[in-house]
T-cell receptor
């Protein structure tokens, strides 16, 4: 399994400002993912971040609002730009594990999350 | 369309008893993986158990087992001998083979273990 760390673990931010969340993995991984979990809700995929290429965003998420960097195979950042109270969520970084030989067996490992509160 | 449904927003179980958390899914893919994750109040997502669509036997991992009924498209999680530390949110997730690495998550079930 992969060990994933995120910084910061939590933050309280003013509306209109931006926050950059860092995700560090203890091994090289091809694909990293960023999820948002709004209060009391399930996880929603924001984007997939591949090293050396532009991130792929899911419907409803745009690069201007959630720019992502992926400078190498162990690190990624997600920026939440021009924040509003609606951005208050847990933001989770994850990577695909490669247990076993079946592609379908590749579970996702998650970081501890960043709890963001926007006031 | 891919969809995961968890119909139990909250469940209670007595310590040391078994509990079943329901999950149904909808996909047109023939090949898919089913996963259960635990999310304690700390917020981290902890992988619990996996079931492949072609696996004939139900998956088991310690006190966790997955009751897989393919024809009914259900993948219920059974936790035996519940412990206080099992109190958490539980998410069912599906990964159809044709969506690459994208996971589809259910809305979760909040489990409370009563001493």
């Amino acid at each position: 399994s992969a060990v994933i760390s995120q910084k910061p673990s939590r933050d309280i931010c003013q509306r209109g400002t931006s926050l950059t969340i860092q995700c560090q993995v203890d091994s090289q991984v091809t694909m990293m993912f960023w999820y948002r979990q709004q209060p009391g809700q399930s996880l929603t995929l924001i984007a997939t971040a591949n090293q050396g290429s532009e991130a792929t965003y899911e419907s409803g998420f745009v690069i201007d609002k959630f720019p992502i960097s992926r400078p190498n195979l162990t690190f990624s950042t997600l920026t939440v730009s021009n924040m509003s109270p609606e951005d208050s969520s847990i933001y989770l970084c994850s990577v695909a594990g490669t247990s076993g030989t079946s592609f379908l067996r590749f579970e996702q490992y998650f970081g501890p999350g960043t709890r963001l509160t926007v006031t | 369309a891919q969809k995961i449904t968890q119909t139990q927003p909250g469940m209670f179980v007595q310590e040391k008893e078994a509990v079943t958390l329901d999950c149904t899914y909808d996909t047109s893919d023939q090949s898919y993986g089913l996963f259960w994750y635990k999310q304690p109040s700390s917020g981290e997502m902890i992988f619990l158990i996996y079931q492949g669509s072609y696996d004939e036997q139900n998956a088991t991992e310690g006190r966790y087992s997955l009751n897989f009924q393919k024809a009914r498209k259900s993948a219920n999680l059974v936790i035996s001998a519940s412990q206080l530390g099992d109190s958490a949110m539980y998410f069912c997730a599906m990964r159809p083979i044709n969506t690459g690495n994208q996971f589809y998550f259910g809305t979760g079930t909040s489990l409370t273990v009563i001493p």
